[in-house]
Each structure stands twice: as C-alpha cells, then as structure tokens.
C-alpha cells in the first residue's frame, strides 16, 4: 500500500542521517568485497562466454549461505537471501560479462587507494559488491523484510540483446516489486530510463565474379568508406533525442593486398523507438542501393534491439535515490541506460541504475577504480535497499 | 626410456584442488592446535604486494581462519611497498629490526631466517612477493598436507610458469635454473631429490621445528640448501610437494639468472663438501630424470645419458697414417 509523502519523509530521514556510519563502517570491513572484485575480475568472461566466473558467484553465494544458489538455462547466477517477512522481493542484478576477450591478460594491480586492470570498472567491482550484500547488511545490522534476489546476469553487453536479464525476469519464481543494477561505473550515475537501442553490422563483399574493370571499382576498404559516407547523410534529429554511433570497422590484413570482405558495427540510440524504426529503414535502403550501384554484396544484420522504456523522474524511487546520492555527497547526474535497466523496466519492475565509485580509462586494458568513493557508492546501494525495504519507493 | 611413477612421488604429490574444503581444514588445524604464520619477504614490491596481502589475509584469516598470523619481512624498500602492504592489514617489519644483536645482512633469506624468530607459528608458510596471479591455493595448497600428515615437514610448491612479457604471457616449462642447471645436478649427485619437481620455486611450507635446525643462506642458495639439508637429515619422506596450477611472475633477465646460478652453486658445492662428496666422489649417476604431467598425473621420465668420450685423434693410427702421407 502506498504511504503518504509526509509518512515517507519520516521513514527515510533516519536512513539519510545513518548514511555518515555506514559509510565508516564499510572502509573498515572493505577489504572482503575488494577481494571478490579482484577474484572476480581475473577470470575472463567475455559476453557469451561467462561460465568460469559465474560458476565463481554461484559458490560465493553457497559459501554466504543464501537460499537457493542456482545457475539457470541462460547461466546466469542467482540466489535469495531472505526477509524476516518474505512477503515480497527486491532485485539486485549486475552483469557478469565484460569487453574483454579472454586473450588479453586479466590482472589487477591493487595500490593502496586504486585497482587496475580491464573489467574491474565494468563490471567486476558491480558483481562483487551484489555478492557481498548479505554480509554488508550483517555488518551493518541491517535486517530486511523483504527477501533480496541477488543476480549476476549473462549476455548483457554486445551482440547479446540482454538475454541473461531478459530470461531470468521471464523464469523468475518470486516476483519482485523493484529492482537495482548495479554497475561499478561511475559515482553518481542515476538510470530510470531505457534508450530506444539497435545495434548491427553491416557487411560488404566482393564478389567472386566482382568486374575491376568498372568505373569506380575498388576495395572492400574503399567501398565501405564510400558506404560510411552514405550513412553520414541520414538525418539525425535533435529532439527527440538521438545517436548514432559507428563503433567499429574491420577490413584488410595486409599491407598489399585489396580485401574482399568489411564489416561496420553500429548502434543508434534514441528516445523515440520512431526515430529508430524509421533510421533502420534508411540504412536497409543505403545498403541495398549501394550494392546495386557498386555490384558489391551489402547486408545488414540487427543484432540487439530494444525499446525505450522509463519510469517517472517524479516516481518514487527516483525521488529516494536523488535523496539518498545527495545526502551521501554524491552529484546525480541522469544517464539514460542502454543496459539491463531496459529489461527491468520493461518487464514491469520500478528499477534505476546506480554506479558505485569514480572511474578512469572506462573499457581500456588500464581502467582503473578509485576506493576513497566507494564506500559512498555502496552506502548509497544499501541505504536506497532498504528504502525500498521499507515501502517508501513504492507509488 | 620411460619408468613407472615412483610410490613417493604417488604418496607425497599432491593438487591444491585435494584441499578446496577449507572449513575442514581450518577444524583439523584447530584439533591439532595447530597455528600458522605467513610470511612475504620483500624488496620493492609495491607493484604486486598490494594484491597478495588483500586478498591472502582476507580469505585466509577474516573468511576461513587458516592463517593465524601475517607478516610482510622487507629488505629495506625503497619504494611504497610497506606503505601498500601495511594498508591492507599485514604486520609489517624491517629485517634489520629483527634480532638486531646478529647483525643485518641483505637478502631474501636473511628474511626468511628472520621470520623463524619474529613469527610464533607452529608452521610457516613463506610466498614470494611477485605473484601477479596470487590466489588462497599459494598457501592453503602448502600448508594443508602438513596440516594432515604428520610425518611431512617440508611442502613445495610446484606450477605452470608462463613468464610475463610485455607483449603477454609465454610458457617456460620448471624454470630455466632449475631446467639447466638444478635438475641435472641433483640427477648426477642426489638422484632422489629428483623428484622433488621444481626444487627451487619460491613458495613452500614446513614446520618450525625443521627450520630452526638447519642454516640459512642469505641469498640465491637457500632453498637448495633447504632441501638438502632437510635431506641428509630426514630423507625424502620429509618432504611433499605441491601441484598450484599457473604462477604467473616477471621475467628475468639471462644475466640475473646467471647470478643465481652462480649463488646456487657456491650452496651447493659447500654441502658436497660438507658431506664429503668432493673428497670421495661416487661413481656419477648416468641416468637423467625430468618430469611429465599428463591428465593431471606427475610422471617421471629417466632417460640414460652416457657421456661417451673419444681419446685425440692423434692416438689413432688411422690418423696418423693419413697425416704421414699428405
């Protein structure tokens, strides 16, 4: 049942006025979610292929005695710790794969106000913090009503169209009445609402039978440099609000020799789905044109889509959230999601996006976390829980 | 020539992943009234210490109590290495602060002597500072046959070493002193020690009342030395050792290795002499022995090498007749 404003203020003052000791207090038990992070961040689990570091979560989960430790058909990892009540669920999901291609080296140097290396931002430090909430409440003497549902989620990022998130929502057994993402990047980060995304690739090929005698013929190199040009034209508008980004070109090997074969990846956002279908059609009719006037072979593939989706700025646990960040010294600054947050949203579940400290060289092999704001990162996760725990996020 | 694996090696090699159940092994500690000191010698090791001091000591002493006591023993560093380490929770001492009436002398095994007086466990666990890949197995993997088998003094680690370049990780087999000049040694002069598969790995476990009996050197020979005195005075069943996986490490340089060599050698002639193996030198063994893991099995191949010898080819009338006529 939804509580009257003044009835929340009373309940959510004292949790703001906690916010000082929990901060203390988790620099001084830090050391152990640390520890999870960098465990966790040296084991290569790159979109598609999470298994090693998942099966790592769903035995820290056994270790911390939850309920239900499982890992199911989409390999994600779950488990429940419960409420003194039960009689309802909170969601806390952070992905469990990263950018990086098992090949490169997965270590984490640990100086002693900084960790390095590729993932730790992105999200090692997330999943470890999801894994050390049930000691992060005991330490703090926290008892929730609500069961807390714990998620390192798969297929999230790339090609991946939020598989994991989407096939734990549709299987869940214990349905939940809000949800948090958890991402170690970056302090002060607050999602309510989901982009309009479409990501694909575009392929180009000579053919086989390809005349280089025509006017005009070139390389794949070439060809997809004339195709990019052709895409730069496609009209961008500016409200509502929208993006494309081309984010990746491949083509050639050699120093001499024409390639027969280039790929493009791209992704639009925007806060229209409209926008986004109308793009999608554009680009079908450059790559078709293209290819007739070329003689090359264009195609295009969509690898992830998904609608926009929000929550109110006004709801309440929005309003909690910008609460409780500003009480714990942190800037909010909205970021619309293109992440698991969409399918938490679309699935019906009141949801933001948190991220848990300052970051540098986000996706590079040195991204690198800073600990001094951590503490306040992760305050701020417990504090908008139990928040939550307690009905004041609820409309 | 390939011969059957050996009851010791059988007996005595062990997987970390044998000892995955720490609770057990921190109740069997606990029935034994065991207690276990681990120890980090260090010399600017800012770069890695950080890591294996969080993440040991958390695991080891806060999540399952195996470890009782840690301490980061440093050589004098110039860099923030006790500065990171003491942040992370370790007990952090100067060598030379340590029984200061002997005097200080520079080198990892000054400190791990050290550590025998400074720490009060009943086992200690020594682990080198420059382990980029450390993991709980690089100790609970050392310390648990000891804490299991009672007749076991002395546990050594053994691994993969990929070596760490720049450009990323390449394999490297033992360890190329061991390879080059350990292994063949003890294959010529103490041909049971060969089985001990990476004699010199930085990593190990023993009681304390095997390490107050026998000396230190302060440099590149003390864990040769170890092994060979622990030898002379307790055989190979005294000894186990252990399989950690992957260590990853820096790569040093060929100059630095032979610096190495140059310490081991000087260690390990002494105890020839000191046994009397120089003065009554026994018929060189001619049988050479290495290792194989295959499907997480140790095998130990022993290939003969008979260093034939030709006399000069001045001595051969063949020769000489050819000479003659040319």
């Not at chain 1, 948190?354 to 951590?374: F, S, Y």
Request: aromatic share 6%; with cysteine.
């Amino acid at each position: 049942m939804p509580i009257e404003q003044i009835d929340r203020e009373s309940l959510l003052n004292p949790l703001l006025e906690d916010i000082p000791r929990k901060i203390e207090k988790i620099h001084k038990i830090r050391d152990f979610f640390l520890t999870d992070a960098v465990l966790l961040g040296e084991i290569p689990s790159p979109t598609f292929a999470e298994e090693n570091r998942i099966r790592v979560v769903a035995d820290r989960f056994r270790e911390n005695g939850l309920h239900n430790p499982t890992i199911d058909e989409f390999g994600n990892a779950s488990a429940v710790l419960p409420g003194s009540e039960g009689q309802s669920s909170i969601l806390i999901m952070a992905h469990a794969d990263c950018v990086f291609s098992p090949e490169i080296r997965h270590e984490i140097q640990v100086g002693s106000d900084f960790m390095t290396g590729p993932g730790i931002a992105d999200n090692a430090l997330g999943l470890a913090t999801v894994i050390s909430l049930p000691r992060l409440l005991e330490e703090l003497n926290i008892q929730l009503k609500d069961n807390l549902i714990l998620v390192a989620n798969t297929k999230s990022l790339g090609r991946a169209n939020l598989e994991g998130a989407h096939g734990f929502l549709e299987t869940m057994s214990l349905p939940a009445k809000a949800g948090i993402c958890v991402e170690g990047s970056t302090l002060g980060r607050l999602s309510y609402s989901g982009l309009g995304t479409l990501r694909g690739e575009i392929t180009l090929q000579i053919p086989s039978d390809y005349d280089w005698m025509r006017f005009g013929a070139a390389g794949a190199i070439s060809q997809l440099t004339g195709l990019v040009n052709h895409i730069r034209e496609i009209p961008i508008p500016k409200e509502p609000k929208t993006k494309l980004v081309l984010g990746g070109l491949k083509c050639g090997s050699s120093y001499n020799t024409s390639p027969k074969q280039g790929n493009l990846k791209f992704e639009i956002t925007s806060e229209e789905d409209e926008v986004i279908g109308s793009m999608e059609s554009q680009l079908n009719e450059i790559c078709e044109q293209f290819s007739a006037e070329t003689g090359t072979h264009v195609s295009m593939e969509i690898v992830a889509k998904r609608k926009k989706c929000s929550i109110a700025f006004t709801h309440p646990l929005v309003k909690t959230t910008r609460s409780v960040m500003q009480e714990a010294g942190i800037t909010p600054q909205v970021d619309p999601s293109t992440g698991d947050l969409n399918a938490l949203i679309l699935g019906g579940l009141p949801a933001v996006t948190v991220g848990l400290t300052t970051v540098e060289n986000l996706r590079e092999i040195n991204e690198t976390i800073q600990l001094a704001p951590l503490c306040s990162g992760i305050t701020q996760l417990i504090t908008l829980i139990e928040a939550i725990d307690q009905g004041i996020c609820e409309e | 020539m390939i011969k059957q694996e050996e009851s010791w090696l059988d007996r005595n090699t062990f997987h970390h992943s044998a000892f995955w159940d720490l609770i057990k092994l921190v109740k069997e500690k606990e029935k034994k009234g065991l207690k276990i000191s681990l120890c980090i010698p260090t010399l600017n090791e800012e770069k890695t210490i950080g890591k294996e001091v969080l993440i040991l000591r958390s695991e080891l002493m806060d999540r399952y109590p195996l470890v009782d006591e840690f301490a980061v023993i440093d050589s004098g560093s110039e860099d923030r290495t006790l500065e990171v380490a003491s942040n992370y929770g370790a007990d952090v001492y100067l060598a030379s602060e340590i029984l200061p009436e002997v005097g200080n002398k520079r080198g990892k095994g000054e400190n791990l002597w050290k550590a025998i007086h400074q720490l009060k466990g009943d086992i200690i666990c020594y682990v080198d500072a420059d382990i980029s890949n450390i993991h709980p197995r690089f100790v609970y993997g050392l310390v648990a046959p000891l804490i299991q088998r009672d007749e076991i003094s002395y546990v050594k680690a053994f691994y993969d070493r990929p070596l760490n370049y720049s450009s990323g990780l390449r394999p490297s087999g033992g360890g190329r002193v061991t390879e080059i000049l350990i292994r063949p040694l003890f294959a010529l002069f103490y041909p049971e020690l060969s089985h001990i598969i990476q004699p010199l790995s930085g990593e190990y476990a023993a009681r304390r009342d095997v390490l107050e009996k026998i000396p230190f050197p302060i440099g590149y020979g003390v864990e040769t030395s170890h092994i060979l005195d622990l030898y002379a005075l307790h055989g190979l069943e005294t000894f186990a050792q252990t399989d950690l996986d992957r260590r990853v490490h820096r790569n040093q340089t060929t100059n630095a290795l032979g610096k190495m060599s140059f310490g081991i050698l000087q260690t390990f002639f002494n105890r020839l002499h000191q046994q009397g193996k120089l003065d009554r030198m026994p018929d060189l063994e001619t049988f050479y022995r290495r290792f194989e893991v295959e499907d997480g099995n140790y095998r130990q191949l022993v290939q003969e090498v008979v260093e034939e010898e030709r006399p000069p080819m001045i001595e051969i009338k063949g020769y000489r007749n050819r000479q003659d006529a040319s």
